[in-house]
């Protein structure tokens, strides 16, 4: 974390100066936004501390809800949300707070007595190596919260606008051409009417989206067939493995999915109701004393005596996914400019078994924010709001499918060795899909397929590592100014710039000469594409790593853009020289052949293009795609 490049202040640093153009909470609702946010589930809180990073884009969020969520239904955080999580610098906090995930154990029918559960096995959560960080559980309101902090603390001082609904919109030709109607819900002028003008709207408004219902977008797929309970409880056991993942298969009781919960005491229990007829829906009266029971005969002989029940839902499983993620339809020309938008439940909805719901949602944003925040701020042409609805369909439908195996699978019986031909799956099968699924349920699974900010794969031989289309798989180095072993993927913002990572050759020969034609070349990405009052940083930011130790480096005689000056004060920059780690050679773990390679990442640390040191042309073609000429 840096601070101070704009002068020493007192206090919190996570506190940032507030910028002139901020709108202060408790002015009157302006008459014209940039980005209208609607909703302040997982994707719109993303979206929020995006887009609160850039105090020259007025954005405004607004959530039906009179106050902040207390209880959150989603609480599984993939490791690929907590990587998110390090760049809006919130990761620590959210590790310290959270249950780790580190083992799932599976139980079911004894062999010596089937009316009892006996464990059969255990696996990693994670297989090794995925990421530097867990899998952990954490209240959605928390993960919300955490965001929207962050957001109210940005120059930008983003607060949201609580009790205000989205009614509907309209669109002309103007400058802010959506004329957005939204009603008050909650204080003395609840019902009262009024219009905002936006240049883009963003439904993160759940599943019951009214601007995905403005769209005239439907959700398309399976109707529910299969009920859970779910409840969050504080309870005393018997049950040894009350404080670890759990899946329990019983002899014709149902199953039991249990994930302890932050805090060392509650535990999420997701309850097997069996299959439900098609609009029955009486099967949502059921109570938590009911799931209570239905839990402790699944576990027998062991009882949970529960003291408190802090929340708990009934649902049914079904799987559906809109058509579009905007409001272009097929008969767009292709020109057209997206204006509207829905992510997260708004555009796909499916169990919570995998608990991927929340972190897709997340994703979802991710995805968006920086788009949406290039094109406003003038970095790129409006074509490039199109690879959203392009990129996260595809993500939502392999979703859809592959909760719809998970959840089918995780409902099987358990197998009856006796009785083979009545079905079920067996505990080797349960535990083995488990193991097989860990990428996925990770949150690392995401691939990008090839576009106009997704290049071709004819150097990934370069650096077999750091894959083309998925996410920037960190690994240990040394920042060479202090020595400090780092993550070097732990350098990346979520402030929407892009990152070229240039690894040494062996002997860096080719490696500085790459700086340095960043440096000087009027042909280099760096120069062509950064405004002439913009940090020389400001659009690409640009690291080194070099072979050997870090203390054969001298900083200052680098090329200026591995120390470049930037800020009001024009600062120093120490922090884009890396060197391997002795002990952990990032040029080993990530397969960087001797001639060394760049490493283009996107602002949402998707891998973009894998490039060999000399390849100026192609880079900087590559950067022409998509971003303006400065």
């Not at 039906?64 to 998110?84: I, N, W, Y």
């Not at 696996?123 to 929207?148: C, K, W």
């Not at 180095?477 to 990152?499: E, T, Y």
């Amino acid at each position: 974390m840096q601070f101070y490049r704009d002068g020493y202040r007192p206090g919190d640093p996570d506190v940032q100066p507030a910028d002139p153009r901020a709108q202060l909470h408790d002015e009157a609702f302006p008459e014209a936004v940039d980005v209208l946010i609607v909703g302040t589930g997982p994707a719109g809180a993303v979206l929020a501390a995006q887009l609160a990073e850039f105090p020259d884009i007025s954005t405004r969020v607004i959530e039906r809800r009179a106050a902040p969520l207390q209880v959150g239904h989603a609480d599984g955080v993939a490791c690929r949300t907590v990587e998110m999580f390090q760049a809006f610098g919130l990761a620590d906090a959210l590790v310290r707070e959270a249950y780790w995930v580190n083992e799932v154990r599976f139980w079911g029918p004894s062999d010596e007595d089937r009316s009892r559960i006996a464990r059969t096995g255990w696996v990693d959560d994670t297989p090794a190596g995925l990421s530097e960080f867990p899998h952990v559980i954490v209240n959605q309101a928390r993960m919300q919260q955490y965001l929207l902090d962050h957001a109210a603390k940005s120059a930008s001082r983003l607060e949201v606008d609580y009790g205000v609904e989205f009614v509907g919109y309209d669109k002309d030709e103007s400058e802010h051409p959506l004329v957005v109607t939204l009603r008050r819900t909650a204080g003395l002028r609840a019902g009262e009417e009024f219009t905002v003008r936006a240049r883009f709207v963003l439904g993160c408004d759940g599943a019951r989206s009214g601007v995905r219902r403005a769209l005239g977008i439907e959700l398309k797929g399976d109707a529910a067939n299969h009920a859970w309970g779910v409840m969050d409880v504080l309870a005393t056991t018997g049950f040894p493995d009350w404080r670890t993942k759990n899946v329990v298969q019983s002899a014709g009781k149902g199953s039991l999915l249990m994930i302890p919960r932050e805090g060392g005491n509650m535990v999420r229990c997701y309850v097997d109701l069996g299959e439900v007829p098609a609009g029955d829906g009486e099967i949502r009266k059921t109570t938590a004393e009911e799931l209570r029971q239905v839990a402790n005969a699944i576990l027998h002989p062991y009882t949970i005596d529960v003291k408190q029940v802090a929340w708990s839902s009934v649902y049914e499983v079904g799987q559906r996914v809109a058509d579009r993620f905007d409001d272009l339809g097929r008969d767009a020309p292709a020109d057209a400019t997206p204006r509207v938008f829905v992510a997260g439940d708004a555009c796909h909805t499916h169990s919570a078994k995998a608990g991927q719901g929340m972190n897709v949602s997340m994703q979802d944003a991710f995805n968006l924010g920086w788009k949406l925040a290039a094109v406003l701020r003038g970095r790129s042409d409006a074509a490039l709001l199109r690879t959203y609805s392009e990129e996260r369909q595809t993500i939502a439908a392999d979703l859809i499918a592959f909760d719809k195996h998970w959840s089918a699978f995780i409902a099987q019986p358990a197998l009856d060795p006796d009785r083979p031909e009545r079905g079920g799956v067996s505990a080797a099968d349960m535990q083995a899909e488990f193991a097989r699924q860990g990428r996925y349920t990770a949150g690392l699974a995401t691939r990008y397929a090839p576009s106009t900010i997704i290049g071709a794969t004819d150097h990934q031989d370069l650096a077999t590592g750091f894959e083309v289309g998925t996410r920037f798989h960190s690994a240990p180095v040394r920042r060479v100014a202090d020595a400090r072993p780092m993550q070097l993927g732990h350098s990346h913002r979520a402030d929407g710039r892009w990152r070229i990572y240039a690894f040494g050759d062996v002997g860096n020969v080719e490696l500085r000469q790459f700086a340095s034609w960043l440096t000087e070349d009027s042909a280099s990405p760096v120069r062509a594409f950064t405004p002439a009052d913009a940090d020389i940083d400001g659009v690409l930011d640009v690291h080194a790593v070099f072979r050997g130790s870090h203390r054969d480096i001298d900083v200052t005689e680098l090329p200026s853009i591995l120390l470049p000056t930037s800020g009001p004060l024009g600062l120093q920059d120490w922090e884009k020289a890396w060197a391997e780690d002795p002990a952990d050679s990032i040029f080993t773990r990530r397969g960087i052949s001797s001639h060394g390679a760049v490493v283009v990442v996107r602002p949402d640390q998707y891998v973009s293009l894998v490039l060999p040191l000399t390849a100026r042309h192609e880079l900087h073609d590559f950067f022409t795609g998509f971003l303006l000429p400065a």
